[in-house]
DNA sequence: CTAACGATTCGCT
DNA sequence: GCGAATCGTTAGT
C-alpha cells in the first residue's frame, strides 16, 4: 500500500487533515515485530487558537517543541503517568498543529496487540482510546519525533470504506473554556472501536 | 527544589 | 458511576 507521503502531513489545515485520517492505516514494526490498525476516530489540535492544544498561542516548552517541527513527525507523550498518547504534527515547521489517534481496528498483528496488551482474547478494548492502541501497537513516549515517512511507524492509504463521518467536542478538554465545545473529533459511525464517550 | 496536574484506563461497587 | 494509579512536565519559589 502506498505510504502517506510528507506532503500529505504539510498541509495547513488540521481539522481537513483529521477527518481525511479516517479509514487509513497506521503500522508500527517495532523490534520486527509489524502490527497495524485501520484510524477510525481522531481529534484535531491547532497551534492557533485553541486553548486545548498544548502548545496553544506559540507555547514552546521541552514537551511541545516537536509539534512546532515540520508536519509528518509524531508527538508522543505520558499522560496521567501511565499513558503514552499518539498524535500526528502536520503543517508546516513553525505551525504547532497535531491530530490525536482515538482508536484504531485492528489489522494486522492482532496476536502481537493481544500480547502487548496482555488480552488472552480479542476484545474491543484491546485498540480503543488513545493510551490502549499506543499500547496495542508498542508505541511509547521514546518514539517521540519519529518521523512517520520512515519504516518504523508510518500511514498508509487503506480500501476500507470510510462511510458516515461523526463530529463532536474532544474528550477529556474541559479546562480548555469555550474551546472545549469545537466540533474537532471525528469518528466512524457505527464502528464498534470507536472508544466510548462520556458526552 | 517543590507542588500540582493531566488530550486516561481499569477495577470495584 | 466512582476513584485510584502513577510520573513527566510545567511553572513558580
Keep these: 500500500m502506498t505510504k502517506l507521503s510528507r506532503d500529505f502531513y504539510l498541509r495547513d489545515n488540521v481539522v481537513q487533515i ?5 479509514g487509513k ?12 490498525g485501520i484510524i477510525v476516530e481522531t481529534e484535531a489540535y491547532s497551534g492557533k487558537n485553541d ?13 511541545t517543541s516537536v509539534m512546532f517541527e515540520a508536519g509528518g513527525k509524531a508527538y ?11 498524535n500526528i504534527v502536520t503543517n ?7 491530530v490525536l489517534i482515538r482508536a ?15 488480552f488472552p482474547k480479542p476484545e474491543y478494548r484491546i485498540s480503543s482510546g488513545p493510551g490502549c492502541l499506543s499500547q496495542a501497537l508498542g508505541i511509547r513516549r521514546s518514539h517521540n519525533k519519529t518521523d512517520l515517512t520512515q519504516n518504523e511507524i508510518w500511514l498508509e ?35 464498534p472501536w470507536v472508544s466510548v464517550s462520556k458526552r
Excluded at 104 to 118: A, H, K, S, T, V
Design 51 to 63: 486553548k486545548a492544544c498544548h502548545a496553544n498561542a506559540g507555547k514552546l516548552t521541552k514537551r
Design 104 to 118: 484504531i481496528q485492528p489489522d494486522q498483528g492482532l496476536e502481537i496487540m493481544q500480547e502487548r496488551r496482555n
Design 76 to 86: 508522543v507523550y505520558l499522560c496521567y503517568g501511565i499513558h503514552h498518547l499518539f
Design 92 to 98: 508546516h515547521e513553525g505551525n504547532a498543529d497535531a
Design 25 to 36: 492505516r497506521i503500522v508500527s514494526n517495532i523490534n520486527g515485530q509489524l502490527s497495524s
Design 157 to 191: 492509504e487503506s480500501n476500507i470504506e470510510v462511510g458516515s463521518i461523526i463530529s463532536s467536542p474532544r474528550i477529556g478538554v474541559d479546562y480548555a473554556g469555550e474551546d472545549a465545545a469545537l466540533e474537532w473529533r471525528f469518528y466512524m459511525k457505527n464502528n
Design 18 to 22: 483529521a477527518r481525511e485520517l479516517l
